[in-house]
Structures are given as C-alpha cells and as structure tokens.
C-alpha cells in the first residue's frame, strides 16, 4: 500500500466487493472461494434491466438473405478498405493511423476522437468492451467513465490494475451518438480493426465486457447468461487464446443484484490466471 489514493482505490473495491454480496452463502461464489483459497496457501506470494441488443455478426441463417445482403453490399467496400488497412497494420502503432485513416464508418464524423486503447500494451490480460461513451469520446481513452471507473474497481478487488496489469479497447474506436448501442454494420466495418488489434497485441488472456463484444467477438447469440463465466478459445491466425466474458460494468450499474456474479466471475478469472487452466 504506497498511498491515499492506493487507499481510497482499495476503499473503493471494499465498497464493490459488498456491494457484490461478496459475503452472502452464495453456493456458486462459496465452491469458487474455497478453491481459490486452497491456490492461494500454495501460492503465497506468487512471482444483464436489460443490456442493450445488437445483432451478433454471424449471419442468421432464420433471417432471408435478401433482408440483409443490400445492407451488406452497400458497406462491401467500406469493409474491405477496413480490411485491407487493418491487415496493413504490422504494429499497434501502425493500427492506429490506419483506424484514423479509415473513412468508412459514420460514427467517426460524429465524434470528437478515435478511441484506440489504454492500460500496458506489454500486459499479458487484454479487455475488450463496445464501444466509447460520452467523457471516452471526451478524453480519447477507453473505460475512463462511470463505467470504467466501476471497472478498474472489479479487476482491482482480484488483484489487477490498470497501469500495470492490463490492456483494454473497444469493438467500436467511435462513441455512436448519444450513446446508442452500434448497429449490426458499425459494428462488422469495426471487427477488421478489433481483430487485428488482438492478432497484434498478442495477449494471453481476453475478457469480453459485456454482450455486444462478447457477441461480435466469439460470433455467437448467445445471451449472457450463457457466456459469462466460461472459457472459450479464441483463434486468430497462429494464435489460440483463452478468453471470457464478463458483465458489463455499465449493466452492473444498472442491475446492482447481479454484482454477485459479477464477482464469483472475476474470481473464476483469479483463479485460472493462477493456475494457468482456462478449461
Ligand atoms: N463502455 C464501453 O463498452 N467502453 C467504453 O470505453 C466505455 C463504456
């Protein structure tokens, strides 16, 4: 503890983790917290109110192609310019000045920055949300919000921060205005860019926050109660990498009765970072 203000942080998670009913006999939360207490001896000091929808990318194949190819077709060349300046990319960097370099989606005209990624670019956990809201837009940084700031507190209260310990995005680098949810188009002209972000970033761990990434992510329709908590493989190119999904902080805020999941989720989390077993 090196300050007030690794104090009030610590506060701050305290306050999330009661919130959470972290100390309710909550069976679920109970197997985990044994487990993770049994890991913890051997390792002491180691070295969903209604979330907003979006249609998941993957084509409905209940939905007759014709409702949806002329959209489709119309964004044909948006898409490929966004694919071909994605692939381009062969540094963070890089990715972001083709990102700015990208004219095709509509919710760059309408806001004031791009938001392309906060946190250690060199951290092994990569965090990935939907898209930036109104102070995002403001300061050009991701989760720096309400939102956010009940973010940092989840991951603080399993022991991670945000300077050292992870890295985090958005599908969406464009705040939509007034914060709607990214339509089904925005959203597949910004997967190009997300995609490669990882591919480049390389990191050993994602997690999802909340429905639209986890959806647009994995290419699934599923709702969150069936996503949060599990492991999935996530494959890009060469590379395989564990990753789940949590409840987004902005839903937490909203539907406070289900910050216990959230939590026995981050200690899931917890504990497979410990034992490295994402099964
Ligand atoms: N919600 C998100 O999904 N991302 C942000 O950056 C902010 C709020």
């Known amino acids: 503890m090196k300050s007030i203000k690794d ?29 993770l207490n049994i890991m913890s001896a051997r390792k002491l000091f180691p070295p969903k109110s209604v979330e907003p929808f979006v249609a998941p990318v993957a084509v409905n194949k209940d939905v007759p192609k014709r409702s949806v190819a ?56 990569m965090l990935i949300g939907e898209a930036p809201g109104a102070d995002e837009d403001r300061q050009g940084l991701p989760f720096v919000g309400g939102s956010g700031q009940l973010l940092d507190k989840m991951l603080y209260a399993i022991g991670k921060n945000r300077q050292d310990d992870y890295y985090i995005s958005n599908v969406i680098p464009w705040r939509p205005p007034g914060n709607r949810p990214p339509t089904r188009e925005e959203t597949m002209l ?73 939590w026995a989720d981050l200690l899931k989390i917890k504990k497979a970072l410990l034992s490295q077993d994402f099964s």
């Open 190 to 262: 910004c997967l190009p860019f997300i995609t490669r972000h990882i591919e480049l970033k390389k990191p050993k761990v994602l997690i999802f926050v909340g429905a639209t990434a986890a959806k647009a992510l994995l290419d699934t329709k599923e709702g969150m109660s069936k996503l949060r908590g599990r492991w999935f493989n996530y494959t890009i190119g060469d590379l395989t990498i564990p990753a789940t999904v949590l409840f987004h902080p902005s839903y937490l805020i909203r539907s406070p009765g289900q910050k216990k999941h959230a």
């Open 7 to 35: 104090v009030t942080s610590l506060l701050s998670t305290l306050e999330f983790l009661e919130q959470s009913g972290a100390g309710e006999p909550l069976a679920e939360l109970s197997t985990v917290k044994a487990d």
């Open 70 to 125: 002329p959209q489709l077709k119309k964004n044909q060349a948006h898409l490929e310019d966004a694919q071909k300046l994605a692939a381009s990319a062969k540094t963070l960097n890089d990715l972001r000045k083709a990102i700015d370099a990208f004219e095709g989606c509509a919710l760059k005209h309408t806001a004031m920055n791009t938001v392309f990624a906060d946190g250690n670019p060199e951290a092994d956990i």
